[in-house]
């Protein structure tokens, strides 16, 4: 199947990336429930499979409006990930209606950031600056990895990943995707051990 991204416009995102002057960006198993087999008593619903069982909670979070910020700050791996969207202001713009594709850093990959790099971007005189890299690692549409293909892939950012999927995983700009499918109300976490930098970017600049 191909990797696949759906055109359309994103109100929020581009006066953000207007703004900032950088625009051109489980199944859950419907359980059987029985009827009442005596006294008008329904039974509970119960999942069908221990499979079931466990995607059962994934669909109640979306269900509840978990967005892509509430699902990340609720993992654990992406504390610097969410430090990083809140000094962008971008909560707003990622719990929106989306969907989005979200490639996510986790902190590891924050911290193999060159030293004094990372505590730079969290100053609010480069929030412009964070804000691109951050857009850079969003695609618009909900995009699962049943879908993925080598290719360019355009960002909100405006500019281009380059993915390669082939028989040992996939990469985005080089950097590996170790977890995929992440579901969010608002779209889809993909986790990935780097942080992605556009082109003409350069934080150890700042």
């Known amino acids: 199947?191909?990797?696949?991204f759906t055109s359309f416009s994103l109100n929020k995102l581009a006066s953000v990336a207007a703004a900032l002057m950088i625009?051109?960006?489980?199944?859950?198993c419907g359980t059987q429930v029985d009827d009442?087999?005596?006294?008008d008593v329904a039974e509970e619903p119960v999942a069908e499979t221990v499979e079931d069982a466990a995607e059962e909670p994934a669909e109640d979070a979306a269900v509840e409006g978990d967005t892509i910020v509430d699902v990340a700050s609720a993992n654990g791996s992406f504390n610097t990930l969410v430090?990083?969207?809140?000094?962008?202001?971008?909560?707003?713009?990622l719990s929106g209606e989306g969907p989005f594709t979200v490639f996510a850093p986790t902190d590891e990959?924050?911290?193999a950031l060159p030293e004094g790099v990372l505590d730079k971007l969290l100053l609010p005189e480069n929030q412009?600056?964070?804000?691109q890299i951050l857009t850079y690692h969003v695609v618009s549409g909900e995009v699962p990895a049943s879908a993925v293909e080598t290719g360019a892939v355009p960002t909100v950012e405006s500019t281009e990943l380059d993915v390669v999927a082939d028989d040992s995983g996939v990469t985005v700009d080089g950097a590996n995707?170790?977890?995929t499918d992440v579901m969010a109300s608002n779209g889809i976490i993909h986790v990935i051990d780097a942080v992605l930098i556009p082109e003409g970017v350069d934080p150890a600049a700042l």
């Open 23 to 28: 625009l051109p960006v489980a199944v859950g």
């Open 1 to 4: 199947m191909r990797f696949t």
């Open 128 to 131: 412009a600056v964070l804000a």
């Open 109 to 111: 990959a924050f911290a």
């Open 83 to 93: 430090a990083a969207i809140q000094a962008a202001d971008l909560v707003e713009t």
């Open 36 to 39: 009442t087999v005596a006294g």
């Open 177 to 179: 995707v170790v977890t």
